[in-house]
């Protein structure tokens, strides 16, 4: 029984690493190792994106914004992705570039607040100030 659970996590690393690429994350690999199911699930979902049309380095492109958004900011798929599309020649103008796109997700926020402060502000120092 032993063998056969140890036979089956070496193929599904195997798994993640042909389709991901890179080292697995430590979270990741607790998954495999609690719920093998789950794992084989979760990689063909997350690898799903390199069996499209587009190619592997814009895959990363997309990966690379999903894990620095501001919602997500999940640094160690972050640095993989970020690896694996030097490896697939991305220059570094075209990651920065990716990173400067993606940090006006966040900027939405700050819009907002200010537009928000700049219409509630004077009312307010309006009814204080009678």
């Known amino acids: ?10 193929e599904l690393t195997s798994k993640f690493a042909e389709a991901r690429g890179g080292e697995m994350p430590l979270g990741i690999q607790r998954m495999m190792e609690l719920d093998p199911g789950m794992f084989k699930r979760y990689v063909d979902y997350s690898s799903a994106i390199f069996k499209g049309p587009l190619p592997p ?11 620095a958004s501001v919602t997500h900011m999940f640094e160690p798929g972050l640095r993989a992705h970020m690896r694996r599309a030097l490896e697939l020649g991305a220059t ?30 004077p009312k307010w120092i309006n009814e204080h100030n009678k």
């Open 92 to 121: 570094k103008e075209e990651l920065l570039e990716v990173c400067e796109l993606v940090s006006l997700i966040g900027i939405h926020g700050s819009t907002l607040g200010i537009s928000v402060l700049a219409e509630e502000y």
């Open 57 to 67: 380095k814009v895959a990363e492109f997309i990966l690379i914004a999903v894990d």
């Open 1 to 10: 029984m032993e063998k056969k659970l140890d036979n089956e996590k070496n």
